[in-house]
């Protein structure tokens, strides 16, 4: 949800719990966003509320993604990999 994706990036923005104004400042947070329409909703809001907050945050989308062939002539198994390298 973008409230879980939210949570996140406030934890990453202050960490060691303290809050924005204690903090004054944070480096950023950079989202990396496997290229699915549910994912990409929930971060893009996400990081626009904390964005809102004052919260330094930018966004890739990466679309690595693979189907394995089957025997049976569907798709296989998906599976994501080698997002960074």
């Known amino acids: 949800s973008a409230f879980a994706v939210l949570q996140a990036i406030r934890a990453v923005a202050y960490p060691g719990g303290e809050s924005q104004q204690e903090s004054k400042t944070s480096p950023g947070v950079l989202l990396i966003i496997k290229n699915y329409t549910g994912d990409r909703i ?3 809001l996400a990081a626009e509320q904390a964005r809102a907050e004052g919260i330094p945050v930018e966004m890739v989308v990466v679309a690595d993604d693979c ?15 080698l997002s960074l390298k």
């Not at 189907?67 to 990999?81: D, E, F, H, M």
């Open 42 to 44: 929930n971060f893009r």
């Open 67 to 81: 189907a394995l062939p089957s025997s049976k002539g569907v798709t296989g198994r998906r599976g994501i990999g």
